[in-house]
T-cell receptor, first 112, second 113 residues
C-alpha cells in the first residue's frame, strides 16, 4: 500500500522567512495530494491541494509543487507569520480509494 | 470550503461506559465519512470508513465490536466507543468530502478515567 514520508519533523524559522516541507510517496498511482494545517486541539484544515496532472499550484503565500517522476511534493510558505505556527500534514490518496495516507507531520514554529 | 461538525468537543467518562460521538456534514451530503484517531504528537490514523446505508469498513487492528459506527443518513455518522478504557483516551476526528476533497471536523477529545 501507499506510504508517505515527511521531512523535517520540526522546523523553526524567523518571521518573514520562507518554510519548506517535503513529502515523498511510494505508490506511483496516487493522484491527489492535499496539505493540512492543524492547530493545537483542533481538527486539520485543508490549506492547499494538488492533483497529479499539475506540477505547481499557488495560493497567496502558500504553494505546492509536485514531481511525479521522483514521487515527491513540497509545501512552500513565504513571508511566514507567527500565526503560521502549527503542525502540517501532507497526504496522498491512492487511486483505488477515497481515504488518505498521511505523513507523520511537521511542527512549524515561526519565531517573532 | 465545506463544514463538518462534531459533537461533543470533549468528553470525560468512567471506565466501562460507552460514549457516542457525532459527525455531521452541515452543507453537503456525504455517502462516505471517515473516522480517525490521533494520539498526542502523532499523525492521524484511519480507524474506519463509514458508508451510508451499509456496514462500515474497519482498518486492520480496529475492533468493530468496540468501535460501533452508524451512518444512518447522508449528513450524520456516529462513532460509539463501547466499554471504554483508559487506553481509548485519544482525539477522535471525522472527515467527509465532496468528490475527492476531504474536510475534517474539529475533533472530540475523549478522556477515560
Amino acid at each position: 500500500g501507499e506510504n508517505v514520508e515527511q521531512h523535517p519533523s520540526t522546523l523553526s524559522v524567523q518571521e518573514g522567512d520562507s518554510a519548506v516541507i517535503k513529502c515523498t510517496y511510494s505508490d506511483s498511482a496516487s493522484n491527489y495530494f492535499p496539505w493540512y494545517k492543524q492547530e493545537l486541539g483542533k481538527g486539520p484544515q485543508l490549506i492547499i491541494d494538488i492533483r497529479s496532472n499539475v506540477g505547481e499550484k499557488k495560493d497567496q503565500r502558500i504553494a505546492v509543487t509536485l514531481n511525479k517522476t521522483a514521487k515527491h511534493f513540497s509545501l512552500h510558505i513565504t513571508e511566514t507569520q507567527p500565526e503560521d505556527s502549527a503542525v502540517y500534514f501532507c497526504a496522498a490518496r491512492p487511486w483505488y480509494g477515497q481515504n488518505f495516507v498521511f505523513g507523520p507531520g511537521t511542527r512549524l514554529s515561526v519565531l517573532p | 470550503g465545506a463544514v463538518v461538525s462534531q459533537h461533543p468537543s470533549r468528553v470525560i467518562c468512567k471506565s466501562g461506559t460507552s460514549v457516542k460521538i457525532e459527525c455531521r456534514s452541515l452543507d453537503f451530503q456525504a455517502t462516505t465519512m471517515f473516522w480517525y484517531r490521533q494520539f498526542p504528537k502523532q499523525s492521524l490514523m484511519l480507524m474506519a470508513t463509514s458508508n451510508e446505508g451499509s456496514k462500515a469498513t474497519y482498518e486492520q487492528g480496529v475492533e468493530k465490536d468496540k468501535f460501533l459506527i452508524n451512518h444512518a443518513s447522508l449528513t450524520l455518522s456516529t462513532l460509539t466507543v463501547t466499554s471504554a478504557h483508559p487506553e481509548d483516551s485519544s482525539f477522535y476526528i471525522c472527515s467527509a468530502g465532496e468528490v475527492e476533497t476531504q474536510y475534517f471536523g474539529p475533533g472530540t477529545r475523549l478522556l477515560v478515567l
